[in-house]
């Protein structure tokens, strides 16, 4: 049964699903497939779920053309568990036990201290003032012995964004791709390791996705506690302990909506045109909306900005998100860090939803601009 109320999701993540991922989950909740269970209720050892995990995984190395040498993992504990998981496996790669990162918002930040646990931390630039750009990679002071290198693809927080893969001369390159996965192509074959939180992009909070080369498995060290193992958990094929099965299974039907409309290159013209939509607004806006990000650095997935000044008129932010309610937007509140508005652009965003934004904050300017 379709409900009545149809609101625009710019949530930052848990994020807008597909409206017919949700209706076929909704149709199969009960009875899947005819076997009258719910996939809540399905053994993960059986035949009918070992289908769901493989069809999944098939989705995922075609969408982003996966080489053989690399097993896709789908685990627990989100990006912050992989904070650890990361230097956990891949810092004994190397005696030194070195690791370098470019620290470009909050997410990398938190992975860069959560890594200090575990190895000699180098961060390759200078401390940023503010996160509104990402250093210029000629500037960067990478450490020929560090185990592997990290950078944040996208930062969700501070709409910070990588338009290109870091050239780190050879070391292991991994990257954190929560919140801009699937959301254009990408050169699989350039990463050691690639891992996303499923619940912006590519499906709903629970799993999250880990892509990684099988030349990296086998070095975590002692301390690593086995469900954070990447060797075991692929020796296991993922079910080394229960699995988040029904976060796979929407994410499966996700991936399938990815397929169907067009694959990673689609979603990366989608976002192009979104993202214009609404940072064309803000710059001609002569400083009634003001996003804090430097231009080419900008985030196609989060735009974050404010209302009034740089330092934003609470005011007119609170009347903005309240009006914005009423018109049926929600989740525009930016980060509790950041304050301001944000909205997030992912793939299940419509054109259709951002266009109603979009006119939404011509008519607020002009209703409020001085």
């Known amino acids: 049964m379709e409900c009545g109320r149809q609101v625009a999701n710019f949530g930052a993540g848990p994020a807008k699903l597909p409206r017919s991922v949700l209706l076929e989950a909704q149709k199969e909740l009960v009875d899947y497939k005819g076997l009258g269970i719910?996939?809540?209720?399905?053994?993960?050892?059986?035949?009918?779920?070992?289908?769901?995990?493989?069809?999944a995984e098939n989705?995922?190395?075609?969408?982003?053309?996966?080489?053989?040498?690399?097993?896709v993992l789908f685990l627990q504990g989100g990006g912050?568990?992989?904070?650890?998981?990361?230097?956990?496996?891949?810092?004994?790669?190397?005696?030194?036990?070195?690791?370098?990162?470019?620290?470009?918002?909050?997410?990398?930040?938190?992975?860069?201290?959560?890594?200090?646990?575990?190895?000699?931390?180098?961060?390759?630039?200078?401390?940023?003032?503010?996160?509104?750009?990402?250093?210029?990679?000629?500037?960067?002071?990478l450490n020929p012995?560090?185990?592997?290198?990290?950078?944040?693809?996208?930062?969700t927080v501070h709409g910070v964004e990588f338009d290109f893969v870091p050239d780190v001369k050879g070391t292991v390159l991994v990257c954190d791709m929560s919140s801009n996965f699937l959301s254009r192509p990408v050169d699989v074959s350039k990463f050691g390791v690639i891992f996303a939180g499923a619940q912006k992009n590519v499906g709903c909070a629970g799993v999250t996705v880990v892509i990684v080369r099988e030349d990296l498995l086998g070095f975590a060290l002692k301390e690593c506690p086995v469900v954070l193992d990447y060797k075991t958990q692929a020796v296991n094929g993922s079910l080394y302990n229960t699995p988040p099965c029904y976060s796979i299974y929407i994410m499966g039907l996700v991936l399938e909506w990815i397929k169907n409309n067009g694959g990673a290159a689609a979603m990366d013209k989608l976002s192009?045109?979104?993202?214009?939509?609404?940072?064309?607004?803000?710059?001609?806006?002569?400083?009634?909306?003001?996003?804090?990000?430097?231009?080419?650095?900008r985030s196609r997935m989060n735009v974050p900005f404010r209302i009034g000044s740089i330092k934003g008129d609470e005011a007119l932010e609170k009347k903005f998100l309240e009006k914005a309610v009423e018109l049926n937007m929600v989740s525009l509140?930016?980060?509790?860090?950041?304050?301001?508005i944000r909205a997030s652009l992912y793939n299940a965003v419509t054109v259709e939803d951002v266009q109603k934004l979009?006119?939404?904050m011509r008519s607020f300017m002009q209703m409020h601009q001085s």
């Open 333 to 340: 509140k930016g980060h509790r860090s950041v304050g301001g």
């Open 38 to 55: 719910s996939v809540l209720e399905m053994s993960h050892r059986t035949s009918d779920f070992t289908k769901i995990l493989n069809t």
């Open 272 to 297: 192009l045109i979104k993202s214009r939509m609404i940072y064309d607004i803000i710059d001609k806006s002569n400083g009634f909306y003001v996003c804090p990000v430097e231009k080419k650095n």
């Open 80 to 141: 912050s568990g992989q904070f650890s998981a990361v230097p956990l496996n891949l810092i004994g790669l190397k005696e030194g036990r070195h690791a370098d990162y470019v620290v470009t918002g909050a997410w990398s930040a938190k992975a860069a201290k959560e890594a200090e646990k575990y190895a000699k931390v180098n961060i390759v630039h200078p401390k940023l003032g503010t996160y509104t750009n990402i250093p210029d990679p000629s500037t960067w002071n």
């Open 358 to 360: 979009a006119t939404f």
């Open 145 to 155: 012995d560090a185990s592997y290198f990290y950078y944040c693809a996208n930062e």
């Open 59 to 71: 989705l995922m190395r075609e969408l982003l053309n996966i080489p053989e040498n690399y097993k």
